[in-house]
T-cell receptor, first 110, second 116 residues
Framework: TQLLEQSPQFLSIQEGENLTVYCNSSSVFSSLQWYRQEPGEGPVLLVTVVTGGEVKKLKRLTFQFGDARKDSSLHITAAQPGDTGLYLCAGAGYGQNFVFGPGTRLSVLP | ETGVTQTPRHLVMGMTNKKSLKCEQHLGHNAMYWYKQSAKKPLELMFVYNFKEQTENNSVPSRFSPECPNSSHLFLHLHTLQPEDSALYLC???????????????FGPGTRLTVT
């Protein structure tokens, strides 16, 4: 069974600060996704990464897939209160369904 | 209606009740999923349907019974649940599952279920 760990579990920062959250596994994934989930809503897909070492940017968010395709990071620059939410990573092996990590709960205070 | 909708949004039921959760997608997808999200556990995949055929049952107890009458609708029938089944039940859809292709899942807002 593939397991994903995310760290930190909780993060509370002030508006304007930078932050990085991590997603780690002992398994190799063919693709990895990041989602953001707000209270009372379902997760919303932010990005999919498929190539080891890949870096993708989405405005102030930068996603990196590890060279060995076992880990990933999400970096947010100049965080805003609208970034508050639960950040989930999900990884899938070849021909397998996605497995989700427990999430990092981010709170950005104005 | 757009995206993935779920009804009801909230449900309280006793352990002897029978109820059903409904999911509808308006995205033209052919794969649909049920997930369980508990407070202290990662999102757990329960069932997967691809072109109306069940392709995954992730060791889910028989008190949960899925139904997929067509590619746009997915139900989860509930009976004789336990208090530990209280959770947020999320439905998702994606393009049809084919081999190793990466697919994007679109989630509904979920049904918050409380079993008393």
């Amino acid at each position: 069974t593939q397991l994903l760990e995310q760290s930190p579990q909780f993060l509370s920062i002030q508006e304007g600060e930078n932050l990085t959250v991590y997603c780690n596994s002992s398994s190799v994934f063919s693709s990895l996704q990041w989602y953001r989930q707000e209270p009372g809503e379902g997760p919303v897909l932010l990005v999919t990464v498929v190539t080891g070492g890949e870096v993708k940017k989405l405005k102030r968010l930068t996603f990196q897939f590890g060279d060995a395709r076992k880990d990933s990071s999400l970096h947010i620059t100049a965080a805003q209160p609208g970034d508050t939410g639960l950040y989930l990573c999900a990884g899938a092996g070849y021909g397998q369904n996605f497995v989700f990590g427990p999430g990092t709960r981010l709170s950005v205070l104005p | 209606e757009t995206g993935v909708t779920q009804t009801p949004r909230h449900l309280v039921m006793g352990m002897t009740n029978k109820k059903s959760l409904k999911c509808e997608q308006h995205l033209g997808h052919n794969a649909m999923y049920w997930y369980k999200q508990s407070a202290k556990k990662p999102l757990e995949l329960m069932f997967v349907y691809n072109f109306k055929e069940q392709t995954e049952n992730n060791s889910v107890p028989s008190r949960f019974s899925p139904e997929c009458p067509n590619s746009s609708h997915l139900f989860l029938h509930l009976h004789t649940l336990q208090p530990e089944d209280s959770a947020l039940y999320l439905c998702a859809s994606s393009q049809a599952l084919r081999g190793d292709l990466t697919y994007e899942q679109y989630f509904g807002p979920g049904t918050r279920l409380t079993v008393t």
